[in-house]
């Protein structure tokens, strides 16, 4: 399984950013999704993550300004962003389970005050 995320920028905060992230194989379809972000100095944390299902989950410092979505055909995952504050600059990582984990290679959103 390879990820392969996209969307990241740099953007004025009150902005607006959508990231996609793209699954080879066919796990996807019964995987869990999520995203994960790392600041500098930080570790890294849980954004959102949607189920096979369509629950979702997300972060207390993005819930109701960040929306995780997954389109079964494309084998893709997106996350939209609004509202974004300088505090959600960080690099984004996709992230995938399905038995094992798999990680894309992160992208760098950047949100200027």
């Known amino acids: 399984v390879q990820l392969q995320a996209s969307g990241g920028g740099l953007v004025q905060a009150g902005g607006s950013l959508r990231l996609s992230c793209a699954a080879s194989?066919?796990?996807?379809?019964?995987?869990?999704m999520a995203w994960y972000r790392q600041a500098p100095g930080n570790e890294r944390e849980l954004v959102a993550r949607i189920t096979a299902g369509l629950n979702t989950y997300y972060g207390g410092s993005v819930e109701g300004r960040f929306t995780i979505s997954r389109d079964n055909a494309k084998s893709a995952v997106y996350l939209q962003m609004n509202s974004l504050k300088p505090e959600d600059t960080a690099v984004y990582y996709c992230?995938?389970?399905?038995?094992?984990?798999?990680w894309g290679q992160g992208t760098q959103v950047t949100v200027s005050s």
């Open positions: 194989g066919s796990v996807f379809r019964n995987a869990a």
């Open positions: 992230h995938l389970a399905a038995g094992r984990e798999y």
